[in-house]
């Protein structure tokens, strides 16, 4: 069954290449179609084009496949083509004439916007909820060895004294900023599309209102040309929130597999969240976080893949834009595959509390024992000097008992503050 069946049918290579795995996405967006065509039923009946039993009878059937969309007992088999063309069907099989009405006043454009915009909205409420979980996580670690110092690094080189504290609550607090992304991407998702129609709107006297506070939606679209022009846009915008989450994720998985190796040895894992090798007994390989960063290296693209089927398309509807729910359905998959993994895995990572024992990182402490020199009334230009020739003579003596006091510092790491950042954001 097609929507736009004039009693024709299509070449079947034509229709494979045009359908394509839309069946399987459609299943991630069903529940929306059904929540979008509910409320454009009552839409109907409030304006007349329905009356009172027709629009129960649809409601009521509407809820009823919701459930088992819910429940997974909803497929869309190959002889539909997609989501609207099997709940149509659904509706017209239960009902008669009544379901065939449920097409009243739209079209397959406007039913695929706003039920991608109701999809977008909860999958980045959901995103956002993951990301607060493994923010929580971090902060607690941060608490708990934010006395255990760690050696930081510029150009890969020994720089300064670092510590746990530091290293885990700057991912926490990096992933508040990426979470101003998701924000901005859930407000352009949060505009209700429905009415807009094949993008120029419907001569029926529709209630945009009505479905706009039906559906939950802050405000609507109002232009029908401009809710048209969102498509592709709205899963763009989710894309850019997802980068900068994956981005900030890459970084630490790449941290954690430079201070897993024995060259470095800041952590460890138990045997059951690592892998071995098939011909060294010895390797305890650190997979997930290598598939963390490689996927996170892969979502941060995602952008750029949809602003090259999106871009330079004139306004109105082409066919290109169905090609932007298989890159933003999978990689919303990813990003939360990668949140859960990262927040199960980190919930049991053990650190060396004897990093710096190792006289290798004795030049960690230069510069605090520079600033002493400083503090005690020597100008800094000559204790800088002072401080390279005892270190190229091999006469310097770090000073260990370092004290760092002001705001995010690793004497004092502003936690409660970074919460409250948070908890601003939520």
Not at 126 to 136: A, C
Request: with cysteine; glycine share 6%; net charge negative.
């Amino acid at each position: 069954m097609k929507l736009w069946d004039k009693g024709f049918s299509t070449d079947k290579k034509i229709d494979h290449f045009t359908v394509g795995n839309d069946r399987e996405l459609d299943l991630h967006l069903a529940k929306y179609d059904v929540i979008a065509s509910r409320a454009h039923a009552k839409m109907l009946g409030k304006i007349g084009l329905l009356t009172d039993k027709e629009t129960k009878a649809l409601v009521a059937e509407l809820d009823s496949l919701k459930s088992r969309i819910e429940k997974g007992t909803f497929t869309i088999e190959d002889t539909f083509e997609d989501m609207h063309s099997k709940i149509e069907y659904q509706l017209i099989l239960a009902l008669g004439d009544t379901g065939k009405k449920i097409h009243t006043a739209r079209s397959r454009n406007d039913q695929v916007l706003v039920a991608m915009h109701l999809y977008l909205k909860d999958e980045l409420t959901e995103i956002k909820s993951q990301t607060k979980t493994l923010f929580d996580v971090l902060l607690n670690l941060a608490e708990e060895h934010k006395d255990v110092l760690l050696p930081g690094y510029t150009h890969l080189q020994i720089a300064m004294p670092s510590s746990f504290g530091l290293w885990f609550s700057a991912y926490a607090e990096s992933l508040i900023d990426d979470l101003y992304f998701i924000d901005a991407a859930y407000k352009v998702a949060d505009q209700n599309p429905l009415g807009s129609a094949a993008g120029y709107g419907s001569s029926f006297p529709i209630n945009r209102t009505f479905t706009t506070k039906e559906m939950g939606f802050e405000t609507m679209k109002y232009n029908v040309v401009a809710a048209q022009m969102g498509r592709g846009k709205v899963e763009k915008a989710t894309a850019f929130g997802m980068a900068n989450i994956a981005a900030t994720l890459s970084k630490m998985a790449m941290d954690i597999c430079l201070y897993m190796s024995q060259n470095f040895d800041f952590i460890s894992f138990p045997d059951e969240l690592t892998t071995g090798s098939s011909i060294m007994p010895h390797k305890k390989n650190p997979d997930v976080f290598e598939l963390v960063r490689g996927k996170c290296n892969k979502l941060q693209a995602v952008p750029n893949q949809l602003t090259l089927v999106i871009n330079n398309l004139p306004s109105g509807y082409h066919r290109d834009l169905q090609l932007v729910k298989e890159i933003i359905v999978p990689a919303i998959q990813e990003m939360k595959a990668c949140l859960e993994i990262l927040t199960f895995s980190l919930k049991e990572i053990k650190v060396n509390k004897g990093i710096l024992e190792d006289p290798k990182y004795d030049y960690l402490f230069s510069v605090d024992t520079l600033n002493e020199l400083v503090q005690n009334g020597m100008p800094f230009r000559d204790a800088y000097k002072k401080m390279g020739q005892e270190i190229q003579q091999g006469t310097f003596t770090p000073k260990r008992d370092i004290s760092h006091t002001h705001e995010g510092s690793l004497g004092n790491l502003c936690l409660d503050e970074i919460r409250e950042k948070m908890k601003n954001i939520l």
